[in-house]
Nanobody, 118 residues
Framework: EVQLVESGGGLVEPGGSLRLSCAAS????????MSWVRQPPGKGLERVSS????????YYADPVKGRFTISRDNAKNTLYLQLNSLKTEDTAMYYC???????????RGQGTQVTVSS
């Protein structure tokens, strides 16, 4: 059974930073592409970033390019998302998802809330 557990969210002021983590189990993490997706209040799920199994290929949605960095540690079965220069529009529930197009699948964690507000 795929299990994904996110952590690291919180309340931060505009311009601040957070680091999200996702602990994965129940599947071969090192062979799987992974994604971060988010759901802003009152809106649908949107893809934020993806990384291939080896970490050599990444994708970033235009709104987060240059501000967010996705990474992974296959030895620890953990996925990360570094969020810098946060904006109020980054406020959302952030989910770790299995697959390159994680927003299309059903394997997601319970989410971690990121709120950007002064």
């Amino acid at each position: 059974e795929v299990q994904l557990v996110e952590s690291g969210g919180g309340l931060v002021e505009p311009g601040g930073s957070l680091r999200l983590s996702c602990a994965a189990s129940g599947f071969t993490f090192s062979s799987s592409s992974m994604s971060w997706v988010r759901q802003p209040p009152g809106k649908g799920l949107e893809r934020v970033s993806s990384i291939d199994s080896g970490g050599g290929n990444t994708y970033y949605a235009d709104p987060v390019k240059g501000r967010f960095t996705i990474s992974r540690d296959n030895a620890k079965n953990t996925l990360y998302l570094q969020l810098n220069s946060l904006k109020t529009e980054d406020t959302a529930m952030y989910y770790c998802a299995k697959g390159w197009r994680g927003e299309q699948g059903n394997d997601r964690g319970q989410g971690t809330q990121v709120t950007v507000s002064s």
